[in-house]
């Protein structure tokens, strides 16, 4: 399971490489540069179980194709600079590929939205040891609903879905992050956020995090180092320098919203401070020693110092006399009161009565 009590961001390479080992791998140096948790890595091993021959982008994509022993070396290199792998497998041989995989950096494979309904892609997926993330954008409950139970019944119950979905350019108004916690709660799973905001959008970081306030603490986002070149997926790719803002955003919201723990924090307990900050309980006026203290004797005020005395400690002062002078304005605690214990009466215990 991917992490769900850290924020946890993942840099998505998709094809921007276009087939560009050395590219890719540069990629990889920014995104750990940027701490990102995970790189995320568009395996294609077989375009014909993807693409018919006569689609548009079949002959551009087939040559941006990396071989088994290209994508082993960079995932290895991946591994290398401490970061966690999740593969987009786009055809059955690339989930083999991820299964076959030696070594445990591969923390998940994801299938896009587009798969969701291929039952052979699901069938190899649900054999995975580990998460398999689904692209629910675009897609209607029942697609999802599908993909599930398709996965559920094959064994494969360590599922993720991951909302968000890519136009040219995609609008904030058409994002609808509510929709990611009625998902949350419909199928009872975690749920992500891969923000397709426009790079040049002066709010993209912003609109990026909000889903961490909103508890969803996993972040995706595409990025590149050759910004306003026209390359595959530009569209949606923050530079590096916007991805480092959306980490330290992602860090500073996360401690900012907290645990949720009614336990007050150490500044919390310092504002709270009765005295300083909340009235504490002080003469009124000038009271002298032998004085019974009553209400009208009392004050509420704020102080310099602080006090042990709270509101509650109020009914136990009135009618205790006080063992010394207390000036105006001076704490009525007690240090300058006299308690005098009364016994109990006892006698309804008395055997012998």
Known sequence: MLPVNKPYLIGETALHHQGDKDFLYKLIDLGAEARVDAIKFHVLLNIDDYFVKNHEAYSIVKDWGLTKEEWTKAIHYNESKGLDAVVLCNDPQSVDFVIEYSGDSIKAIELHATGLNDYLLLQKAAKFNGTVILGVGGSSLDEISYAID?????????????????????????????????????????????????????YNEVISTLGISMGINVCEKHFTHAVGEKRIDGQAAISVEQLKKVRLLMDIITTSVGTGSLKMSDGELSYGNTGPMKKAIVAEINIKKGDIITLDKIGFKRTNEST?????????LIGLKANKDINIDEFIDFSNVSYEFKKADSSQFNANK
């Open 150 to 202: 398709i996965l559920n019944e094959l064994g494969q119950n360590d599922i993720f879905l991951m909302y968000g979905f890519q136009n040219y350019p995609t609008r904030y108004e058409d994002i609808n992050l509510k929709k990611m916690i009625k998902l949350k709660d419909l199928f009872d799973l975690p749920v992500g956020y891969a923000d397709h905001t426009d790079p040049l959008n002066e």
């Open 308 to 316: 042990y005395m709270l509101q509650y400690f109020l009914p136990k």
